[in-house]
């Protein structure tokens, strides 16, 4: 009987315990989706200080970068600060993906619009893949929304080649830069997953033994009982 208690503790506990784990991850990710979007809006002031006529990006462009850098400085210390549930955690999770997807993409143009035809803009470049790097701290916490997060914004690289002007060439800068920053944040989100792994050991280790100190509290109370009894008696 006592296996079986400690069996259903278990089950019942590690879900309960990845949920939390998870709602921490989530919180985490907003506040940096907060401080990414600040920096974000820093660099997209460079981005506009440096002209049209020196990055060949339009106030479209600008829009698109903007209004994701925007929404992730505003609303992610808001998000970190709600009481979230386990029922909505896949769901805001989902909204902060998106939201820092829309950056990635709009940094992603940039960079292949850097390396295309004509001069390559090497400030472009180092602005566009410290903005990428940015726009991917949020998500690491979630290694489906990272992956998923990379692949739309490689997408919008290898697309390029189709428009006129543009050859395979001209995006092997961009993918250099998109693999190095995939490389660094799928290694950085298997250690932060390692660490909330051993967070979550370490505390299912203390509800163990807690447990484990209740039963002993109850059987030395149960044996003091059975003492007072055989003194009782024997009396």
């Known amino acids: 009987?006592?296996?079986?208690?400690?069996?259903?503790?278990?089950?019942?506990?590690?879900?309960?315990?990845?949920?939390?784990?998870?709602?921490?991850?989530?919180?985490?990710?907003?506040?940096?989706?907060?401080?990414?979007?600040?920096?974000?809006?820093?660099?997209?002031?460079?981005?506009?200080?440096?002209?049209?006529?020196?990055?060949?990006?339009?106030?479209?462009?600008?829009?698109?970068?903007?209004?994701?850098?925007?929404?992730?400085?505003?609303?992610?210390?808001?998000?970190?600060?709600?009481?979230?549930?386990?029922?909505?955690?896949?769901?805001?999770?989902?909204?902060?993906?998106?939201?820092?997807?829309?950056?990635?993409?709009?940094?992603?143009?940039?960079s292949a619009v850097a390396a295309g035809p004509g001069d390559t803009s090497a400030v472009l470049l180092i602005i566009a893949w410290t903005a990428l790097s940015l726009s991917l701290v949020p998500s690491l916490s979630w290694i489906p929304g990272l992956i998923m997060q990379l692949t739309v914004a490689l997408l919008f690289v290898l697309v390029f080649p189709v428009f006129p002007g543009h050859d395979f060439e001209s995006i092997l800068l961009p993918l250099g830069m998109w693999a190095s920053l995939a490389l660094l944040a799928l290694i950085a989100a298997s250690y932060l997953r390692r660490v909330d792994q051993i967070k979550g050991e370490m505390h299912y280790m203390r509800l163990e033994a807690s447990e484990l100190q209740k039963r002993l509290d109850d059987a030395d109370e149960t044996l003091a009982n059975a003492y007072d009894q055989r003194a009782t008696l024997e009396a």
């Open 1 to 110: 009987m006592q296996a079986v208690s400690q069996s259903d503790t278990a089950h019942g506990v590690e879900p309960a315990l990845r949920a939390l784990l998870g709602i921490e991850g989530l919180k985490d990710g907003a506040r940096l989706a907060g401080l990414a979007g600040g920096g974000l809006l820093l660099l997209i002031g460079a981005v506009v200080w440096l002209g049209t006529a020196a990055t060949r990006l339009d106030s479209y462009w600008l829009a698109w970068a903007v209004l994701p850098a925007l929404l992730a400085a505003f609303l992610g210390p808001v998000l970190a600060g709600q009481l979230l549930s386990r029922q909505a955690l896949t769901r805001w999770r989902l909204v902060l993906v998106a939201v820092m997807t829309a950056s990635s993409t709009a940094w992603a143009f940039a």
